[in-house]
């Protein structure tokens, strides 16, 4: 994979941590209790991210290892890589 300057990759396995982290501080022991209140499991969804404004993409790859720590079947297509205005 092509790097981006000024783009730090960090490896997998401390992106699927820092997920776990931040989705068990956001979430705790309940998970998200509007979600499974109004979503059925085993319904699929789908999601797109779009900016606003003009900017820089940051923390696509943390925000994929949050999606698929949540469902590892989740399938991420970025449109742009990470440090891409």
Known sequence: ???TPGVIALPHEELEELARRA???DLGDAGDITTK???R???PGR???IAKGAGV???APLAGAVFHAIDR???VDWML???DA
């Open 81 to 83: 890589k990470d440090g």
């Open 23 to 25: 989705l068990a501080e």
């Open 73 to 75: 079947g989740t399938i």
């Open 57 to 59: 993409l940051a923390g």
């Open 47 to 49: 999601g797109r991210l």
């Open 37 to 39: 209140r109004v979503v």
């Open 41 to 43: 499991i085993d319904q």
């Open 1 to 3: 994979m092509a790097r």
